[in-house]
């Protein structure tokens, strides 16, 4: 049961990793797709930020492989599969979704996060690099991009407006990420992940400079950091 386990979330990761290939991708909603259209939303990371889909499929798909060619029954990796493959299953249909609608867009890439942060806390320690690394890197960036579509979703139907939903959205995913820091410490690829898409959100929101935005960022990105060398500080 344990290889095939392995083998159904190797699957999985090719068919999250090929979800770009045979549609048309995604670099953020449309603003047509929104009663209230989102043109320049500033919650929504600049375009380039979204390249790091690219080196999380990869590393996706080299950390299963690792883990079904070498560590096909070891409980430090099975024990993180199951959430781990059921985020990735979710992830394959997701941009064809995010394309039709973006709420229930939103429902899925939540229970994404949700998935992935479970797969996070239960990942063993052994082989870093490929176990907690790629799922790190996935959930930071995941957290941001969930938050960002709940952000688009409020504004875009009118229950709040753009700058309260950037404002509140970064907010919140900052609250999620100083939670994970503190309960799963030693993933530093979780806060790059994050730190990434705020880094993003930062640069959209710097021209023309949109201060309150701008600055939450740059504070959520310190505070992340500052997480980070406080952890490697304590286990030196």
Not at 9 to 33: E, K, N, Y
Not at 50 to 61: P, T
Not at 121 to 147: E, H, K, N, V
Not at 189 to 197: I, P, Q, R
Request: proline share 6%; hydrophobic share 60%; net charge positive.
């Amino acid at each position: 049961m344990e290889r095939m386990k392995a083998i159904l979330t190797l699957t999985a990761a090719a068919a999250f990793a090929a979800s770009p290939l045979v549609t048309d991708g995604f670099a953020g909603f449309r603003p047509d797709q929104f009663p209230v259209p989102q043109v320049d939303a500033p919650v929504q990371p600049a375009g380039w930020a979204f390249a790091i889909w690219g080196l999380i499929y990869l590393w996706m798909i080299a950390g299963t492989g690792f883990g079904l060619l070498y560590r096909d029954v070891d409980p430090a990796w099975d024990t993180a599969r199951w959430p781990l493959f059921a985020s990735l299953v979710m992830g394959a249909a997701w941009i064809p979704v995010a394309q039709i609608t973006p709420v229930w867009a939103t429902v899925l890439i939540w229970a994404m996060l949700a998935t992935a942060l479970a797969a996070l806390m239960r990942a063993g320690r052994r082989d870093g690099w490929w176990l907690q690394a790629p799922i790190g890197l996935y959930s930071g960036w995941l957290t941001a991009a969930a938050c960002v579509a709940l952000g688009m979703v409020l504004a875009g139907h009118g229950v709040i407006g753009q700058r309260t939903a950037a404002l509140a959205m970064i907010a919140l995913a900052l609250a999620i990420g100083v939670a994970v820091q503190a309960l799963r410490p030693g993933t530093p690829l979780y806060t790059v992940g994050l730190a990434w898409a705020l880094v993003g959100i930062l640069a959209e929101n710097a021209a023309p400079l949109n201060l309150p935005v701008a600055g939450l960022a740059a504070v959520g990105i310190a505070v992340l950091v500052a997480g980070l060398v406080r952890q490697d500080r304590q286990r030196a």
